[in-house]
């Protein structure tokens, strides 16, 4: 009995292992992400061993946040549409792929934390952390010029941890005070990937 016991309990790690391992990898990337400038809310691309994502979004903020010279600032920011209600005209600024899995719409929650002492000046390079989640999806019942689909199975989801640096361009308004007017960062690190 305890013989029986023990080699299906065996048996049981052997199964959640082999499935664990088909369901989630490491998958290494790096990337690239943009945001403010008065032109994106947040475009990044991101690229691995058979993995590519983008996003590209029009129109955005002209300023990202502000700092004080002389003072800690914080230069986190976030890209962010995993809230957003599904606009079926409002397609075909991002896509993506994980291994054969083809995703026509991305909802990224990207998390870009880092904080430094300004200076002063028009720039400032930042280290930053990178966390977060990528849900990719298919579109269905598209009308024959793309537009006008419908929400379909998700893909995958892929939850990315890794670091960089962002570079901010910074617009002095007047004393010690200064506009953050957007960023560009580069990062890399880890991606753990489910696939449906």
Do not use: W
Request: proline residues 6%; contains cysteine; aromatic residues 10%.
């Amino acid at each position: 009995m305890l013989r029986t016991s023990i080699q299906f309990a065996g048996f049981l790690l052997l199964v959640s292992s082999v499935v664990l391992a088909d369901r989630i990898n490491g998958i290494p990337f790096t990337g690239s992400a943009t945001q403010g400038f008065a032109k994106t809310e947040g475009d990044f691309k991101i690229n691995g061993p058979g993995l590519s994502l983008m996003q590209s979004l029009p129109d955005g903020p002209s300023a990202i946040g502000s700092c004080n010279a002389g003072s800690v600032c914080n230069f986190s920011f976030k890209i962010d549409t995993s809230g957003a209600a599904f606009c079926s005209y409002c397609l075909f600024y991002d896509s993506g792929s994980l291994g054969n899995e083809v995703a026509e719409l991305l909802l990224p929650t990207l998390k870009f934390t880092g904080s430094a002492v300004y200076s002063g000046g028009t720039s400032m390079r930042v280290p930053m952390t990178v966390s977060g989640t990528i849900i990719g999806y298919q579109l269905t019942n598209c009308q024959p010029d793309r537009t006008s689909c419908s929400l379909g199975p998700k893909e995958f989801t892929l939850h990315f941890v890794g670091e960089g640096y962002g570079q901010f361009t910074m617009q002095p308004i007047g004393g010690p005070l200064a506009s953050i007017v957007g960023v560009v960062s580069d990062f890399h690190g880890t991606a753990a990937t489910v696939v449906p």
